[in-house]
């Protein structure tokens, strides 16, 4: 009978213990979704009005540009982010992805694919982050690099030791250096024959010379009344916001570019 009795006292006990604590897990839960929530009925209001995907990539045209957005570090535990109001040119095109893909239905689908395109895997860290465009081509699905493609006999391939700069030192604090093959193709080999294997919504990279480097700059190709647009967050002075330049006439003077293409 005794142990009857404390049994039954060690299970009262888990209950009371479950009800006091479990109000704070439901506050923390709300707060946490209220948080992600605040450009829900934005990202609702284009999901639901623009149903070609150029058109969600136009939305942004005009956001003012903004570098270091996101959260996290080496010493700072990685945040999701979600900021509509101001992108940098890697951020912007994480967003653009995530309303392409799998064609998304609501906020929540939104969520889910920024968290794929930002993360390997869709797990929401700062070593899992693709701190690189390079990373795009391994992590997130169905990016295919079809820059060799375009005009395999003049295309460039280069080995790099990705993060780490000419003096030694890192780009990106807590991230391992990683040896990689990465191709491109110089701008003065883009002809009409070839320029037209470039389909619209192909994301860009202009290529980077710097050691470690991959790109210095993204953006995304836009094909629209004959014509070949790069669509990009840009951080001149003059600009500082998403824009839409000529293609052709932005590249012409840059090393190279390489080109990703969601495949599905």
Known sequence: MKLKKERLFNF????????IFLPFQYVHSHEHIEYEARYADKINYILKTFTYDDLKSEVFL????????????????????????????????????ALRVENPRDYYDFIDNLKHARYKKGVVSFETRNHFFYDWSLNVQDIKDITKEIRHDKVTTVTKRLNKKS?????????????????????????????????????????????????????ILIIKGGK???????????????VDVDFLEYIKSMPGIIVYRYTK
């Open 12 to 19: 009262y006990l888990l209950i009371g213990i479950f009800l």
């Open 62 to 97: 005009g956001v003012p540009y903004k570098s270091n957005t996101l959260i996290g570090d080496k010493n700072t535990k990685e945040k999701l982010v979600v900021n509509l109001e101001a992108m940098d040119c890697f951020t912007y095109l994480d967003y653009v992805h």
């Open 167 to 219: 003096d030694g030192s890192l780009f990106v604090d807590g991230i391992p250096i990683r040896e990689v093959e990465i191709s491109y193709l110089n701008p003065r080999f883009l002809t009409k024959n070839n320029l037209n294997l470039l389909n619209n919504l192909d994301y860009i990279g202009i290529y980077s010379e710097k050691e470690g480097l991959d790109v210095s700059h993204v953006g």
């Open 228 to 242: 070949w647009y790069f669509r990009h967050a840009s951080n001149k002075p003059e600009i500082d916001s998403v």
